[in-house]
């Protein structure tokens, strides 16, 4: 079992940044690739970026690319997202995720935990 815990959340203007993290408890956290994914509301969940295990790879949203990076530390258990130049359409609850895969990362059907999620708004 991998426990996920979002936190970094919270409301900001329009060109602002937040940075989210995530910390993992539990088994192994260097086996796993590690993901972010958003929900808004009536929207379905979609990816967002991820960050392979073995191969240190990393991966984007067309729409996100050049704002957000997603980085870990093994040490800590920790992945992050950092988000620049937030716009508006970034609103959106976002999930940190764990993979045993380390390839289809931006299929939400090929991660194995989730965390609960923390809220992202960004006003106009």
């Known amino acids: 079992q991998v426990q996920l815990v979002e936190s970094g959340g919270g409301l900001v203007q329009a060109g602002g940044s937040l940075r989210l993290s995530c910390a993992a408890s539990g088994r192994t956290f260097s086996d796993y690739a590690m993901g972010w994914f958003r929900q808004a509301p009536g929207k379905e969940r979609e990816f967002v970026a991820a960050?392979?295990?073995?191969?240190?790879?990393?991966y984007y949203l067309d729409s996100v690319k050049g704002r957000f990076t997603i980085a870990r530390d093994n040490g800590k258990n920790t992945v992050y997202l950092q988000m620049n130049n937030l716009k508006p359409e970034d609103t959106a609850v976002y999930y940190c995720a764990a993979s045993s895969l380390d390839n289809g990362l931006g299929n939400s059907n090929n991660y194995n935990y989730w965390g609960q999620g923390t809220q992202v708004t960004v006003s106009s």
């Open positions: 960050h392979s295990g073995s191969a240190a790879g990393t």
